[in-house]
C-alpha cells in the first residue's frame, strides 16, 4: 500500500467536489453547444452560463448581470488593474496598490508603469496589514485606481477591504480587489456599492482550474481587454468555457451553502496547529495576523533552515506544504510579501506555508507536527549557523548559572 498523502497546500490549489465534476461532464459531451449559436442545443449552453453567471452574482451580493467569466484569477487582475485607467481618462494615471499583491496585480501595475502610469505600493505593518491611513497619505487628485487585495495567500492576512473601498470611493477612486484567496471563505459583499471591482478563481474553492470571474460595478464602463467575438456583453471576448462556468458555480454552491461551519472547524484546526509548531518547537515565529488571518491558513519562518529543504523532505513523507519563496533561475529569492512585512531575508528563507482545507483532519496535523519535529532538528543539525548560534547560547545560558 503507497503512503498517505497529506494535502497542506490548499491556497494553492483544491481538490474539486465530485458534484462539480459530475456537473461539467453534460457539457463537454452531449451538451457541448457554443452558447452563441441560434439552436436548440445552443440555447441549453447558453441557459447553463446565464444559472451559472446568477448562482455566482449572488454569492456576493451582486446581479448577474455585473459578472464576467475569464479564463483565471489572473486574467481577472489584469484586467482590472490594465484597463482602469481607460475609463476616467482625464482623471490622471496614479495607481495605489500594496507591496503585498500577489504577481497577478504586482506584474500588471508594473506593465502600467512601463506604459506611462505612476504607481505607489504601499508598505503593510508587520502584520501584512495595509490601513486605511496608509492609503488615505496616498491618495492624490490623479488617483483613479486603488487595488488591494481581500487576503494575502502567502501569509493569510485579511485585509481591511470594506473599509479601504469606502475610503477610496468617498474619494471617486475605483478600488479592485483581488479576492481569489478570500472568495468563500470571508463573507466578503459588494453590495453597498463601494467596490467596483473583484477577481476570484474556481480552482481555489473546489472548482476547475482555468476558470474565474471579475465583478465590474454596472456604472463602471470597463473597456475591453481580450478583444475578439461579443461574448460576454463585447467586454471579453472568446466562447466561454461552459463546462468549467457550471463548475464553478456548483463549487461555489457547495462552498457558500457551508460557509460558516467550514470556517469554524478550519479555523480550529488552524489554531490547534499553529499552537502545536510554535509551542514545539524553538525558534519559529507566525508570519501575517494572529487573529485576522484566513481560516486553514498556517505560514511560519523557521530560523537556520531553507524553506525548500523543509519542503522536499516533508514531500518524501507524503506531505504536500509549499514556501513563501518564488523560485526564479535556479535561485531562491526570498518572498516579496515576507520582505515588506520586514523580515530580514535570512529569516523570509525559512518559510513554510500549510493551508488546510475540506479532506485535513487533526491526525493529519499531528503526523505533520511530528515530522516537523524530526525534519527541523535533522536540517538544524547541518547549519553551520545553528551550530554557532547554538555554541553562543550555550555559553550564555552557562554563564548565568555560574
Ligand atoms: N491572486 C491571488 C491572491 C492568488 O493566490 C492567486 C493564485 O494563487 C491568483 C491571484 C491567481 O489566480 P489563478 O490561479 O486563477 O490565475
Same mark, same amino acid.
Given at each position: 500500500m503507497g503512503k498517505q498523502l497529506i494535502y497542506l497546500d490548499y491556497a494553492a490549489t483544491t481538490p474539486m467536489y465530485d458534484k462539480a465534476v459530475e456537473a461539467m461532464l453534460p457539457y463537454f459531451s452531449e451538451q457541448f453547444g457554443n452558447p452563441s449559436g441560434q439552436y436548440t442545443l445552443a440555447g441549453k449552453a447558453k441557459r447553463a452560463l446565464e444559472d451559472s453567471r446568477k448562482q455566482i452574482a449572488a454569492t456576493i451580493g451582486?446581479?448577474?448581470?455585473e459578472i464576467y467569466f475569464t479564463g483565471s484569477g489572473t486574467e481577472a487582475d489584469n484586467w482590472a488593474v490594465k484597463t482602469a485607467l481607460q475609463c476616467c481618462r +482625464?482623471?490622471?494615471k496614479h495607481i495605489i496598490t500594496s507591496k503585498i499583491e500577489h504577481h497577478a496585480v504586482l506584474h500588471a501595475c508594473e506593465a502600467m508603469e512601463a506604459a506611462g502610469a505612476r504607481v505607489t505600493y504601499l508598505t503593510p505593518d508587520e502584520d501584512g496589514v495595509i490601513s486605511v491611513e496608509t492609503l488615505q497619505r496616498a491618495i492624490?487628485?490623479?488617483?483613479v485606481l486603488v487595488s488591494i487585495m481581500a487576503?494575502?495567500?502567502?501569509?493569510g492576512t485579511i485585509e481591511p477591504v470594506a473599509e479601504l473601498a469606502a475610503a477610496a470611493h468617498k474619494r471617486g477612486i475605483l478600488f479592485h480587489t483581488?479576492?481569489?484567496?478570500g472568495y468563500g471563505k470571508l463573507p466578503l459583499s459588494v453590495e453597498d456599492g463601494t467596490i467596483a471591482m473583484l477577481s476570484a478563481s474556481a480552482h481555489k474553492i473546489g472548482g476547475p482550474k482555468g476558470v474565474g470571474f471579475l465583478y465590474v460595478r454596472r456604472d463602471v464602463r470597463l473597456p475591453s481587454f481580450i478583444h475578439g +467575438?461579443?461574448?460576454?456583453?463585447?467586454r471579453r471576448a472568446g466562447t466561454e468555457n461552459v463546462p468549467g462556468i457550471v463548475g464553478f458555480a456548483k463549487a461555489a454552491e457547495l462552498t457558500f451553502a457551508r460557509r460558516e461551519e467550514t470556517e469554524k472547524r478550519e479555523k480550529k484546526l488552524r489554531d490547534y496547529f499553529i499552537g502545536r509548531v510554535l509551542s514545539e518547537i524553538p525558534y519559529v515565529r507566525l508570519t501575517g495576523s494572529a487573529q485576522d488571518r484566513l481560516p486553514g491558513h498556517a505560514s511560519f519562518c523557521f530560523q537556520f533552515i531553507e524553506g525548500e529543504t523543509v519542503l522536499i523532505m516533508l514531500d518524501t513523507d507524503g506531505i504536500c506544504a509549499s514556501s513563501g519563496s518564488a523560485c526564479t533561475t535556479g535561485q531562491t529569492e526570498p518572498s516579496h510579501v515576507l520582505t515588506a512585512i520586514g523580515l530580514p531575508e535570512d529569516v523570509a528563507h525559512g518559510a513554510v506555508r500549510f493551508t488546510m482545507g475540506r479532506g485535513t483532519t487533526k491526525e493529519q496535523l499531528d503526523f505533520t507536527v511530528e515530522r516537523m519535529k524530526e525534519i527541523i532538528g535533522r536540517v538544524r543539525a547541518m547549519s553551520p549557523y545553528y551550530a554557532g548560534f547554538a555554541a553562543k547560547e550555550n555559553s550564555r545560558t552557562d554563564g548565568g548559572n555560574r
Amino acid at each position: 500500500m503507497g503512503k498517505q498523502l497529506i494535502y497542506l497546500d490548499y491556497a494553492a490549489t483544491t481538490p474539486m467536489y465530485d458534484k462539480a465534476v459530475e456537473a461539467m461532464l453534460p457539457y463537454f459531451s452531449e451538451q457541448f453547444g457554443n452558447p452563441s449559436g441560434q439552436y436548440t442545443l445552443a440555447g441549453k449552453a447558453k441557459r447553463a452560463l446565464e444559472d451559472s453567471r446568477k448562482q455566482i452574482a449572488a454569492t456576493i451580493g451582486a446581479r448577474p448581470e455585473e459578472i464576467y467569466f475569464t479564463g483565471s484569477g489572473t486574467e481577472a487582475d489584469n484586467w482590472a488593474v490594465k484597463t482602469a485607467l481607460q475609463c476616467c481618462r +482625464g482623471k490622471g494615471k496614479h495607481i495605489i496598490t500594496s507591496k503585498i499583491e500577489h504577481h497577478a496585480v504586482l506584474h500588471a501595475c508594473e506593465a502600467m508603469e512601463a506604459a506611462g502610469a505612476r504607481v505607489t505600493y504601499l508598505t503593510p505593518d508587520e502584520d501584512g496589514v495595509i490601513s486605511v491611513e496608509t492609503l488615505q497619505r496616498a491618495i492624490r487628485p490623479d488617483t483613479v485606481l486603488v487595488s488591494i487585495m481581500a487576503a494575502n495567500n502567502e501569509i493569510g492576512t485579511i485585509e481591511p477591504v470594506a473599509e479601504l473601498a469606502a475610503a477610496a470611493h468617498k474619494r471617486g477612486i475605483l478600488f479592485h480587489t483581488d479576492a481569489v484567496q478570500g472568495y468563500g471563505k470571508l463573507p466578503l459583499s459588494v453590495e453597498d456599492g463601494t467596490i467596483a471591482m473583484l477577481s476570484a478563481s474556481a480552482h481555489k474553492i473546489g472548482g476547475p482550474k482555468g476558470v474565474g470571474f471579475l465583478y465590474v460595478r454596472r456604472d463602471v464602463r470597463l473597456p475591453s481587454f481580450i478583444h475578439g +467575438g461579443a461574448q460576454e456583453k463585447r467586454r471579453r471576448a472568446g466562447t466561454e468555457n461552459v463546462p468549467g462556468i457550471v463548475g464553478f458555480a456548483k463549487a461555489a454552491e457547495l462552498t457558500f451553502a457551508r460557509r460558516e461551519e467550514t470556517e469554524k472547524r478550519e479555523k480550529k484546526l488552524r489554531d490547534y496547529f499553529i499552537g502545536r509548531v510554535l509551542s514545539e518547537i524553538p525558534y519559529v515565529r507566525l508570519t501575517g495576523s494572529a487573529q485576522d488571518r484566513l481560516p486553514g491558513h498556517a505560514s511560519f519562518c523557521f530560523q537556520f533552515i531553507e524553506g525548500e529543504t523543509v519542503l522536499i523532505m516533508l514531500d518524501t513523507d507524503g506531505i504536500c506544504a509549499s514556501s513563501g519563496s518564488a523560485c526564479t533561475t535556479g535561485q531562491t529569492e526570498p518572498s516579496h510579501v515576507l520582505t515588506a512585512i520586514g523580515l530580514p531575508e535570512d529569516v523570509a528563507h525559512g518559510a513554510v506555508r500549510f493551508t488546510m482545507g475540506r479532506g485535513t483532519t487533526k491526525e493529519q496535523l499531528d503526523f505533520t507536527v511530528e515530522r516537523m519535529k524530526e525534519i527541523i532538528g535533522r536540517v538544524r543539525a547541518m547549519s553551520p549557523y545553528y551550530a554557532g548560534f547554538a555554541a553562543k547560547e550555550n555559553s550564555r545560558t552557562d554563564g548565568g548559572n555560574r
